[in-house]
Nanobody, 124 residues
Framework: QVQLVESGGGLVQAGGSLSLSCAASGRRFSTYAMGWFRQAPGKEREFVAAISWNGDSTHYADSVKGRFTISRDNAKNTVYLQMSSLNPEDTAAYYC?????????????????WGRGTQVAVSS
């Protein structure tokens, strides 16, 4: 049982910045790969970013490269998504995900655990 709780969502103006946090339960956070997906209304969920268990590797969707930064603090069992230069196309529910493999590859396509999501809305 792994619980992921996102926070930090809200409304932001286009061009602005917003930071999301995901707090994970359990003792094995430091062994999990972590990541973020998002889902806009009427669209399928899409991969956003992933980070390996020790933070040595990251991967981003092309749509967010250079604008979003994923990071983690294993001492706090928390993963972050720093978002900048936001545009209305970034409006979506953002989901924190975790994968027991600890690596990036699997989390991109099939993470083991999902949070409930936090809403991000970017106004124009």
């Amino acid at each position: 049982q792994v619980q992921l709780v996102e926070s930090g969502g809200g409304l932001v103006q286009a061009g602005g910045s917003l930071s999301l946090s995901c707090a994970a339960s359990g003792r094995r956070f430091s062994t999990y790969a972590m990541g973020w997906f998002r889902q806009a209304p009427g669209k399928e969920r899409e991969f956003v970013a992933a980070i390996s268990w020790n933070g040595d590797s990251t991967h981003y969707a092309d749509s967010v490269k250079g604008r979003f930064t994923i990071s983690r603090d294993n001492a706090k069992n928390t993963v972050y998504l720093q978002m900048s230069s936001l545009n209305p196309e970034d409006t979506a529910a953002y989901y924190c995900v975790a994968d027991r493999s600890g690596g990036i590859t699997t989390i991109v396509y099939g993470p083991d655990y999902w949070g409930r999501g936090t809403q991000v809305a970017v106004s124009s």
